[in-house]
């Protein structure tokens, strides 16, 4: 078992910057499973937001965070984190942290969860 825990969200204002970190604790060490980012915007259901496995050159993004956002792991910190660029009012969500065996975008896939850490981009 793992468990996730966030942090590092808050308020920017647009074009600013903010990184995420996710720390990994339990029996199992996260840097065995694919990580993962997903985001929650008010009264929308959540979206896959980026990727990475076990081997960190393997990282899948969704369009709309290429070239704005890096997805990165510390193994020997068991943690991962989301370096997130150029924000805009749009990434405005409640951001997760989950672990699955597989590098993929449905939520099904994973098997473990973080509580979340708001991120608020104001224009």
């Not at 499973?33 to 929650?40: E, G, K, L, N, V």
């Not at 990282?59 to 997805?71: A, E, P």
């Not at 672990?99 to 509580?115: E, F, M, T």
Request: hydrophobic share 35%; net charge positive.
């Amino acid at each position: 078992q793992v468990q996730l825990v966030e942090s590092g969200g808050g308020l920017v204002q647009a074009g600013g910057s903010l990184r995420l970190s996710c720390s990994a604790s339990g029996r199992t060490r996260s840097n065995s499973y694919t990580m993962a980012w997903f985001r929650q915007a008010p009264g929308k259901e959540p979206t896959f937001v980026a990727a990475v496995s076990r081997d960190v050159g393997r990282t899948h993004y969704t369009d709309s965070v290429k070239g704005r956002f890096t997805i990165s792991r510390d193994n020997a910190k068991n943690t991962v984190y989301l370096q997130m660029n150029s924000l805009k009012p749009e990434d405005t969500a409640v951001y997760s942290c989950a672990a699955g065996p597989v590098r993929a975008i449905d939520q099904a896939q994973y098997l473990y969860w973080g509580q979340g850490t708001q991120v608020t981009v104001s224009s």
